[in-house]
C-alpha cells in the first residue's frame, strides 16, 4: 500500500459493488490506510436498487470520488447468454451456475476497472473478495497474468461482434506506459472477521442502513437467477463446498449453516423460492437476457 501512495491522482481503485465487503474495503484504505481511492462500479444493467442505494450512501459517507463504467447492454446480453447456454454438465457438477458465470464475469469487471486505471496511471487495482471466495484469486493477481490479454478464445464465436473485445483486458494498449497497475485482494491478508461481524460493522460506521446489509439483497438479479438454476439442477455441492470451507476457517457456525441449507433446499422444492421469495429479481434478470428460466433448466 505504501508503494502506491502519491504515484497518481489517485493512489487505488476500489471496486465498489455496494455489497459489505466492498463497502468495508473502501472504509479500510481511505480512513485506516489514509489512500486517495476511486471508486469504481462496473454496470452490468441486473445490479440490486439496493446495491446502489448502498453505493451512494457509502461514496457520501466516505467522500470518495466515484466513476460508473457502462459498458453496452447488448454486449452483456451476448456475454451472460454465451456463458449460461454454453455451460458444460461436469462444470455444473463441479460448482453450479455460479462457478460457470461468476468467475469470468468478475474478470470481466476487474479487467475493466484495470484499464481505467492503466489509462490514469493509478498503480493499483483492489477487489473486496472475500477469504472464502477462493475461486477468484488468492491475494494477488500474478503480474505476468497482468501482462497477457484476458481477450477469451469463444470471443470469436459467433454469438460475439468485433467490438466486444474491447471490454476484455488487453495489456498492450497501455505498453507504452511502462508499468502496469497490480491488483490485489486484501482481505486475503488482512484481519477479515467473517461476514456477520462486516455486516455489523459497515452498519455501525454509517455506510450501510441495517436492513441493506444482507448480501442476499444486495446480489444482483442475475445471481439470484444462477441460484435458482442451480438448485433445479441439483447442482450445489459448490454451494455446501463454500459453507464448509467457511465452518472450518470459523467464519460460520456449523449448524446455522446446516439449517440455511436445509430451509435453502425447501424454499426451492416448495415453489415458495421461485414464485414467491425470488420471483422479481428472477423475472428482471429472464427480462434482460430474453431468456426464460425453462430455456435454462
Same mark, same amino acid.
Given at each position: 500500500?505504501?508503494?502506491?501512495?502519491? +504515484?497518481?491522482?489517485?493512489?487505488?481503485?476500489?471496486?465498489?459493488?455496494? #455489497? +459489505?465487503?466492498?463497502?468495508?474495503?473502501?472504509?479500510?484504505?481511505?480512513?485506516?490506510?489514509?489512500?486517495?481511492?476511486?471508486?469504481?462500479?462496473?454496470?452490468?444493467? &441486473?445490479?440490486?436498487?439496493?446495491?446502489?442505494?448502498?453505493?451512494?450512501?457509502?461514496?457520501?459517507?466516505? *467522500?470518495?470520488?466515484?466513476?460508473?463504467?457502462?459498458?453496452?447492454?447488448?454486449?452483456?446480453?451476448?456475454?451472460?447468454?454465451?456463458?449460461?447456454?454454453? @455451460?458444460?454438465?461436469?462444470?455444473? $457438477?463441479?460448482?453450479? %451456475?455460479?462457478?460457470?458465470?461468476?468467475?469470468?464475469?468478475?474478470?470481466?469487471?476487474?479487467?475493466?476497472?484495470?484499464?481505467?486505471?492503466? &489509462?490514469?496511471?493509478?498503480?493499483?487495482?483492489? #477487489?473486496?473478495?472475500?477469504?472464502?471466495?477462493?475461486?477468484?484469486?488468492?491475494?494477488?493477481?500474478? /503480474?505476468?497474468?497482468?501482462?497477457?490479454?484476458?481477450?477469451?478464445?469463444?470471443?470469436? @464465436?459467433?454469438?460475439?461482434?468485433? $467490438?466486444? +473485445?474491447?471490454?476484455?483486458?488487453?495489456?498492450?494498449?497501455? $505498453?507504452?506506459?511502462?508499468?502496469?497497475?497490480?491488483?490485489?485482494? /486484501?482481505?486475503?491478508? &488482512?484481519?477479515? /472477521? #467473517?461476514?456477520?461481524?462486516?455486516?455489523?460493522?459497515?452498519?455501525?460506521?454509517?455506510?450501510?442502513?441495517?436492513? *441493506?446489509? *444482507?448480501?442476499?439483497?444486495?446480489?444482483?438479479?442475475?445471481?439470484?437467477?444462477?441460484?435458482?438454476?442451480?438448485?433445479?439442477?441439483?447442482?450445489?455441492?459448490?454451494?455446501?463446498?463454500?459453507?464448509? %470451507?467457511? !465452518?472450518?476457517?470459523?467464519?460460520?457456525?456449523?449448524?446455522?449453516?446446516?439449517?440455511?441449507?436445509?430451509?435453502?433446499?425447501?424454499?426451492?422444492?416448495?415453489?415458495?423460492?421461485?414464485?414467491? !421469495?425470488?420471483?422479481? +429479481?428472477?423475472?428482471?434478470?429472464?427480462?434482460?437476457? %430474453?431468456?426464460?428460466? $425453462?430455456?435454462?433448466?
Amino acid at each position: 500500500l505504501e508503494d502506491c501512495r502519491g +504515484k497518481a491522482e489517485y493512489d487505488c481503485v476500489v471496486l465498489l459493488s455496494g #455489497g +459489505k465487503d466492498s463497502c468495508y474495503l473502501t472504509y479500510l484504505l481511505t480512513k485506516k490506510y489514509n489512500l486517495k481511492v476511486l471508486a469504481c462500479t462496473v454496470e452490468n444493467w &441486473m445490479r440490486s436498487p439496493i446495491g446502489e442505494r448502498n453505493i451512494r450512501d457509502a461514496v457520501a459517507k466516505l *467522500n470518495v470520488d466515484h466513476i460508473l463504467i457502462t459498458p453496452k447492454p447488448e454486449f452483456l446480453r451476448r456475454f451472460y447468454r454465451y456463458l449460461l447456454l454454453s @455451460s458444460k454438465k461436469e462444470d455444473l $457438477e463441479e460448482g453450479g %451456475h455460479h462457478l460457470t458465470v461468476c468467475p469470468v464475469c468478475a474478470k470481466v469487471m476487474l479487467g475493466l476497472a484495470l484499464k481505467e486505471a492503466a &489509462m490514469r496511471r493509478i498503480p493499483m487495482v483492489t #477487489g473486496g473478495h472475500s477469504p472464502d471466495q477462493v475461486y477468484i484469486s488468492f491475494y494477488e493477481i500474478p /503480474p505476468e497474468e497482468i501482462r497477457r490479454t484476458w481477450v477469451p478464445p469463444w470471443l470469436n @464465436s459467433r454469438s460475439f461482434v468485433a $467490438e466486444d +473485445k474491447k471490454y476484455f483486458w488487453d495489456p498492450k494498449e497501455y $505498453e507504452k506506459q511502462g508499468a502496469l497497475p497490480q491488483v490485489l485482494f /486484501p482481505f486475503h491478508v &488482512m484481519d477479515y /472477521p #467473517g461476514p456477520a461481524k462486516v455486516m455489523r460493522e459497515v452498519v455501525r460506521l454509517g455506510l450501510v442502513s441495517k436492513r *441493506n446489509a *444482507n448480501p442476499r439483497i444486495t446480489n444482483c438479479h442475475l445471481s439470484v437467477l444462477l441460484d435458482f438454476l442451480t438448485r433445479s439442477g441439483g447442482y450445489d455441492r459448490g454451494a455446501v463446498a463454500a459453507m464448509s %470451507h467457511r !465452518i472450518r476457517k470459523g467464519m460460520a457456525g456449523r449448524r446455522k449453516s446446516l439449517i440455511l441449507l436445509v430451509l435453502g433446499r425447501f424454499l426451492f422444492r416448495s415453489g415458495l423460492l421461485r414464485h414467491v !421469495i425470488r420471483r422479481r +429479481k428472477i423475472n428482471l434478470a429472464e427480462q434482460f437476457l %430474453h431468456l426464460k428460466v $425453462e430455456d435454462l433448466v
